[in-house]
Nanobody
């Protein structure tokens, strides 16, 4: 059974930084695509960043230049370094994983594996 566990959330003032981590266990091989999504209060869950097995990445426009997604292939851990955080980044952040063949779609239904989420709160 596949498990994803996020960590690293917390409270931070606007302009600050946080790093989220997501560990994966139970995957038969390695996920082709892993990503971070978030759901702000009263809003739909949205994509934040994706990283493919070949390390290609894509970002939501709202976080480009501020967030960086990376991964540790050996340990199957994906990170989200968040800098210059804004009040609008306040949300529950979720890690997700999927098999191939693509890692360019934000469509939630393509990701069968999800973590429980970690809360990020940014105070203005």
């Amino acid at each position: 059974q596949v498990h994803l566990v996020e960590s690293g959330g917390g409270s931070v003032q606007a302009g600050g930084s946080l790093r989220l981590s997501c560990g994966v266990s139970g995957y038969k091989y390695k996920p082709y695509c892993m990503g971070w999504f978030r759901r702000a209060p009263g809003k739909e869950r949205e994509g934040v960043a994706l990283i493919a097995m070949d390390a290609n990445t894509i970002y939501a426009d709202s976080v480009k230049g501020r967030f960086n997604i990376s991964k540790d292939n050996d340990k199957i851990i994906v990170y989200l370094q968040m800098s210059r955080l804004q009040f609008e980044d306040t949300a529950m952040y979720y890690c997700a994983a999927r098999d191939g063949p693509s890692c360019r779609s934000w469509y939630l239904g393509r990701f069968p594996y999800w973590g429980q989420g970690t809360q990020v709160t940014v105070s203005s």
